[in-house]
T-cell receptor, first 121, second 114 residues
Framework: DTEVTQTPKHLVMGMTNKKSLKCEQH?????MYWYKQKAKKPPELMFV???????INESVPSRFSPECPNSSLLNLHLHALQPEDSALYLC????????????????????FGSGTQLSVL | AQTVTQSQPEMSVQEAETVTLSCTYD???????LFWYKQPPSRQMILVIR??????QNATENRFSVNFQKAAKSFSLKISDSQLGDTAMYFC???????????FGKGTKLSVKP
């Protein structure tokens, strides 16, 4: 199994709604990532979990709340989003994320999911 | 600051022909990794090829090869015998190591025409 599975594939929500995006991998990877991708733009890193601990938060607004219940699952909880948050949200995983020095390296292969296309009305 | 520049927003190629996508980058790191990712209409980001900066030999993966010029900080992707399934957005990316993040270029949209 070399897949990263994301659900749902599409999500439409109002600004007052609470929703969650889910990501799952069974490759034994210890690092998982959330990226945000606007149309015709490259992905932008949001969060990195390494060994189930939040390693990187790229100054993401608190209306986005990540959660890593175990090494195979990664959630992104959404609350009070704005229309400008509409984007493709990509999950990725890699075998190792953080070196013992505390540095994060993504020089290993990143496996991406197919994303959740989010529309905020 | 580390940057990745893709100067070709869109390109097209006839099926079975060869096309080269350009990428230049800037980094102060001595050791780093460079990647080409493909994002087809299915939206999944797929790693096409990876190059380690300390390796002089250009990486190849079947029909995909790179021309890595370290001094010029250039990392172009050559696709040989283009196939319709190669139609996608292609992103060049740099892993600067200590910065702990993949830095993506803006992408090149490649269309393979029958």
């Amino acid at each position: 199994d070399t897949e990263v599975t994301q659900t749902p594939k599409h999500l439409v929500m109002g600004m007052t709604n609470k929703k969650s995006l889910k990501c799952e991998q069974h490759m034994g990877h210890r690092a998982m990532y959330w990226y945000k991708q606007k149309a015709k733009k490259p992905p932008e890193l949001m969060f990195v979990y390494s060994y189930e601990k939040l390693s990187i938060n790229e100054s993401v607004p608190s209306r986005f709340s990540p959660e890593c219940p175990n090494s195979s699952l990664l959630n992104l909880h959404l609350h009070a989003l704005q229309p400008e948050d509409s984007a493709l949200y990509l999950c990725a995983s890699s075998q190792e994320g953080v070196f013992w020095t505390g540095e994060l390296s993504t020089n290993e292969k990143l496996f991406f999911g197919s994303g959740t296309q989010l529309s905020v009305l | 600051a580390q940057t990745v520049t893709q100067s070709q927003p869109e390109m097209s190629v006839q099926e079975a022909e060869t096309v080269t996508l350009s990428c230049t980058y800037d980094t102060s790191e001595n050791n780093y990794y460079l990647f080409w990712y493909k994002q087809p209409p299915s939206r999944q980001m797929i790693l096409v090829i990876r190059q380690e900066a300390y390796k002089q030999q250009n990486a190849t993966e079947n029909r995909f090869s790179v021309n890595f010029q370290k001094a010029a900080k250039s990392f172009s992707l050559k696709i040989s015998d283009s196939q319709l399934g190669d139609t996608a957005m292609y992103f060049c990316a740099l892993d600067g190591g200590s910065q702990g993040n993949l830095i993506f270029g803006k992408g090149t949209k490649l269309s393979v025409k029958p």
